[in-house]
């Protein structure tokens, strides 16, 4: 399911190879010690300090349970932040409309109405807009062909394998012109080669569409492929341990993969995987 929501130092935290924002460079996201204690006592996130510029391949890595979600959700204003300042483009989450922006959630399910042909699907997001018709047709052409399902515009649900059901599920998501792509696991589901192919073409649209995206996964090698930076992250309880810079040009073809370097960032990632689970608990 896809929504258009219009919407103190992390004492563990390592910071490592970050770039610091060069003069000019917009923080489209700020968290200030941002933490979550949820209503039934558990706490899914110690304080996280974290910056996203504009433009940023962020992706979020860690174990089920570290709080991953519970951070994505906390960006996109679906969940309260319990202490600390979340600032998208320098105002809180529920004013991001004030600042000219706006932002996507895609969901690790494509959720779609199995009743509604795909261009239906896509346009749903629209409709929520009151977008009108003539505005939205255009739009959703356009979110299809970026999606490669163009040709499959006036097909059901359960006529598409489920990559392309991902696919509708990411178009939905294009087609409000969102400048903040938040994406929960989305292609958790799919098999490895469908995968492949979809890190690859969802790079081809952050790079062609100028997004921020923040991607949340627990694959050490769809981190290293996808992202400029993997936030670390560890659970028992949630909080980030390691900031990690993937100095890699791009466009990154699947070739990077076989790589003594991607191999390297892997192992490293795996390292601080390791490390943070042994300190589990300790707190
Ligand atoms: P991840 O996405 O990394 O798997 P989550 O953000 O889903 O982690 O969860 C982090 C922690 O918060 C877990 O212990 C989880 O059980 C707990 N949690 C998540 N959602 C809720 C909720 N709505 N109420 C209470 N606890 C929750």
């Known amino acids: 399911m896809i929504s258009n929501v219009n919407y103190k130092a992390a004492g563990n935290t390592e910071q490592v190879n970050t770039s610091p924002a060069a003069a000019g460079e917009v923080n489209a996201i700020e968290m200030l010690s941002v933490e979550k204690v949820y209503p039934n006592g558990t706490r899914a996130l110690r304080p996280v300090d974290l910056k996203i510029k504009e433009g940023e391949f962020v992706t979020l890595l860690g174990p089920s349970g570290c709080g991953k979600s519970t951070l994505l959700k906390m960006i996109a204003g679906l969940e309260d932040t319990s202490d600390g300042r979340l600032l998208l483009w320098k105002k809180p989450v529920d004013q991001i409309e004030e600042t000219g922006h706006s932002l996507s959630f895609v969901f690790q399910e494509a959720s779609l109405m199995p009743w509604h042909s795909v261009r239906k699907n896509v ?3 629209l409709e929520l807009d009151n977008i ?4 939205a047709k255009p739009r959703i052409d356009k979110a299809l062909k970026l999606v490669g399902l163009d040709r499959f515009a006036d097909a059901l649900p359960r006529e598409l394998s489920g990559g392309m059901q991902m696919r509708v599920s990411i178009a939905r998501g294009l087609v409000v012109n969102p400048d903040l792509l938040l994406m929960d696991e989305p292609f958790g589901a799919l098999d490895e080669i469908t995968r492949f192919r979809l890190d690859s073409d969802l790079l081809d649209l952050w790079r062609d569409n100028g997004l921020t995206v923040v991607f949340v996964t627990h694959s050490i090698h769809e981190a290293v492929f996808l992202s400029q930076r993997v936030i670390v992250m560890a659970a028992r309880p949630g909080r980030v341990v390691a900031d990690i810079k993937i100095d890699e040009p791009f466009p990154r073809k699947s070739e ?13 990632l795996h ?3 390791m490390d943070a689970a042994a300190e589990e608990d300790q707190f």
């Open 271 to 273: 390292e601080y995987l």
């Open 256 to 268: 990077f993969r076989m790589t003594q370097r991607f191999s390297e960032y892997a192992m490293q």
């Open 132 to 135: 009108p018709s003539k505005e």
């Open 123 to 125: 346009s749903m997001a």
